[in-house]
């Protein structure tokens, strides 16, 4: 998503406050209705002191799916250190990957840890924690588990988008070349030695990758953390080869990187303690991002005729989709109408979004909604901007999942009156998934058509200030 560094320009205190002690009167005789005879203070007021205030609900909503923009999946912003991993087949969507690129680095300063003697590798075995979330399927299907050698180099201070790559080897590092596993995010396993482990994924990789770290480590190659990524720029790992998965199969996993490891396990021929020995490498506090991939061929063909179109409509259904996926553009082609005959002071604006639950591919445990959207504007060159509502805060804002109506409810007042006052151009909005960077999800939505099951509304409450 490409925000714009400056924040649109926000009304002045001595403004604001003139502008909303005109809307607070307006407030105070209002109830949400079109039926003007149910203004608070009707049968008291004398007429000529009525206020002109109102309620609409039927203002003309455009709705079109379009792809959405990359996003800043490094490091720097997944503060949280979780990564995502895991394909699945979503029947609406079509099929959706996450992979990691990631850094390796030493927990400590080698100069003090010797190998021994003519070191050996037993294994290695590659270690990713689970934090314990899936998005897809409860019932886990078989995927294909790819680790390869990164050949460029990656850094910490480079920004990292979901939609970049990096050069890697055509050597598959596991042992098998390619780890068949079933996801077990919540079940605990047992090390030889008893101890129980947090729930993690743990695959073999080749010894022949083992043994030159080993050989690496002897020859001083790796007597710091700079240089041990300077020889090794890391690994990516990938289900992207997973095969056989049906409609509705597959899952995205979370993993904690920071607890993530490669382990080491080796003997050498010294003469004491010589053997069961292991040293560990770390996936945590390094550079790494994910690359996030959709395949929108099997998807449905409302979807894909929407995202291959260039024209809004009033589309019955609209879509929203985490990991990069897909966005919903909504437009409001009448809104200028409101101040043809004077101006108008919005006191709310709250547009409704309701997820369909009507399709036949609609479940809510399967494929969850959001547990929030995003709402951006758009600039004239298709750019998105943070509106003014949204630094009111979420309760102001809104944009929750409210899971009794299945729904998401904005308050917009501040941007549908620029827009009204010639502020800003009546380009739209955009819906983005919330937090879209760290979660699977998707939403089926309702849009704008009044043949929709439970259309997308803009509900305003108005004063006419002339």
Same mark, same amino acid.
């Given at each position: 998503?490409?925000?714009?560094?400056? #924040?649109?320009?926000?009304?002045?205190?001595?403004?604001? %406050?003139?502008?909303?002690?005109?809307?607070?009167?307006?407030?105070?005789?209002?109830? +949400?209705?079109?039926?003007?005879?149910?203004?608070?203070?009707?049968?008291?007021? @004398?007429?000529?002191?009525?206020?002109?205030?109102?309620?609409?609900?039927?203002?003309?909503?455009?709705?079109?799916?379009?792809?959405? /923009?990359?996003?800043?999946?490094?490091?720097?912003?997944?503060?949280?250190? #979780?990564?995502?991993? !895991?394909?699945?087949?979503?029947?609406?969507?079509?099929?959706?990957?996450?992979?990691?690129?990631?850094?390796?680095?030493?927990?400590?300063?080698?100069?003090?840890?010797?190998?021994?003697?003519?070191?050996?590798?037993?294994?290695?075995?590659?270690?990713?924690?689970?934090?314990?979330?899936?998005?897809?399927?409860?019932?886990?299907?078989?995927?294909?588990?790819?680790?390869?050698?990164?050949?460029?180099?990656?850094?910490?201070?480079?920004?990292?988008?979901?939609?970049?790559?990096?050069?890697?080897?055509?050597?598959?590092?596991?042992?098998?070349?390619?780890?068949?596993?079933?996801?077990?995010?919540? /079940?605990?396993? %047992?090390?030889?030695?008893?101890?129980?482990?947090?729930?993690?994924?743990?695959?073999?990789?080749?010894? +022949?990758?083992?043994?030159?770290?080993?050989?690496? *480590?002897?020859?001083?190659?790796?007597?710091?953390?700079?240089?041990?990524?300077?020889?090794?720029?890391?690994?990516?790992?990938? %289900?992207?080869?997973?095969? !056989?998965?049906?409609?509705?199969?597959?899952?995205?996993?979370?993993?904690? $990187?920071?607890?993530?490891?490669?382990?080491?396990?080796?003997?050498?021929?010294?003469?004491?303690?010589?053997?069961?020995?292991?040293?560990?490498?770390?996936?945590?506090?390094?550079?790494?991002?994910?690359?996030?991939?959709?395949?929108?061929? *099997?998807?449905?063909?409302?979807?894909?005729?929407?995202?291959?179109?260039?024209?809004?409509?009033?589309?019955?259904?609209?879509?929203?989709?985490?990991?990069?996926?897909?966005?919903?553009?909504?437009?409001?082609?009448?809104? $200028?109408?409101?101040?043809?005959?004077?101006?108008?002071?919005?006191?709310?604006?709250?547009?409704?979004?309701?997820?369909?639950?009507?399709?036949?591919?609609?479940?809510?445990?399967?494929?969850?909604? @959001?547990?929030?959207?995003?709402?951006?504007?758009?600039?004239?060159?298709?750019?998105? &901007?943070?509106?003014? /509502?949204?630094?009111?805060?979420?309760?102001?804002?809104?944009? %929750?999942?409210?899971?009794?109506?299945?729904? &998401?409810?904005?308050?917009?007042?501040?941007?549908?009156?620029?827009?009204? /006052?010639?502020?800003?151009?009546?380009?739209?909005?955009?819906?983005?998934?919330?937090?879209?960077?760290?979660?699977?999800?998707?939403?089926?939505?309702?849009?704008?058509?009044?043949?929709? #099951?439970?259309? $997308?509304?803009?509900?305003?409450?108005?004063?006419?200030?002339?």
């Amino acid at each position: 998503m490409n925000i714009q560094n400056s #924040i649109p320009q926000i009304l002045s205190r001595a403004i604001g %406050t003139k502008f909303f002690y005109i809307l607070s009167i307006g407030v105070s005789i209002c109830f +949400t209705s079109c039926d003007e005879s149910s203004v608070v203070g009707l049968d008291v007021q @004398p007429e000529h002191d009525l206020l002109n205030v109102g309620y609409q609900d039927t203002t003309t909503i455009f709705t079109r799916t379009v792809k959405g /923009d990359s996003l800043i999946t490094d490091e720097s912003l997944i503060t949280t250190g #979780i990564g995502l991993i !895991g394909k699945y087949i979503d029947p609406v969507f079509g099929t959706s990957t996450a992979s990691m690129y990631t850094q390796v680095r030493l927990p400590s300063n080698l100069t003090s840890i010797s190998f021994g003697t003519s070191p050996v590798c037993d294994s290695v075995i590659l270690s990713l924690v689970y934090e314990g979330t899936a998005y897809g399927k409860k019932d886990k299907k078989q995927q294909k588990l790819n680790v390869y050698q990164v050949t460029e180099a990656l850094s910490t201070g480079a920004t990292y988008h979901s939609n970049n790559t990096l050069s890697k080897s055509s050597t598959d590092l596991t042992a098998s070349n390619g780890y068949l596993f079933y996801p077990r995010p919540t /079940d605990s396993v %047992t090390t030889v030695g008893g101890l129980r482990l947090k729930p993690q994924l743990r695959t073999l990789l080749d010894n +022949t990758f083992g043994q030159l770290l080993l050989n690496n *480590g002897v020859a001083g190659n790796l007597s710091d953390n700079a240089a041990f990524q300077s020889l090794f720029n890391g690994i990516y790992i990938t %289900t992207e080869n997973t095969t !056989g998965l049906a409609s509705e199969e597959g899952n995205i996993l979370h993993f904690k $990187m920071g607890e993530s490891t490669i382990r080491l396990y080796y003997h050498n021929s010294n003469a004491t303690n010589n053997d069961s020995l292991f040293y560990d490498f770390s996936l945590g506090s390094v550079a790494r991002f994910n690359h996030f991939e959709h395949d929108y061929t *099997g998807a449905i063909s409302d979807l894909s005729t929407q995202i291959n179109s260039s024209t809004s409509l009033q589309n019955n259904t609209v879509y929203v989709q985490s990991m990069a996926g897909v966005k919903t553009k909504i437009e409001f082609p009448n809104l $200028m109408n409101w101040v043809k005959d004077g101006g108008i002071g919005i006191n709310k604006a709250e547009l409704v979004i309701n997820v369909d639950t009507s399709v036949v591919t609609y479940n809510i445990d399967t494929f969850a909604a @959001p547990s929030a959207l995003i709402l951006f504007g758009i600039n004239d060159d298709g750019t998105s &901007y943070v509106i003014p /509502d949204a630094f009111e805060g979420s309760t102001y804002f809104g944009g %929750t999942l409210l899971t009794g109506a299945v729904q &998401y409810r904005f308050n917009i007042a501040r941007y549908i009156q620029q827009v009204l /006052d010639g502020d800003r151009n009546n380009n739209g909005l955009y819906i983005i998934a919330s937090n879209g960077a760290v979660f699977g999800n998707r939403a089926v939505i309702s849009g704008g058509a009044a043949g929709s #099951i439970r259309p $997308m509304k803009l509900n305003i409450t108005f004063t006419k200030l002339h």
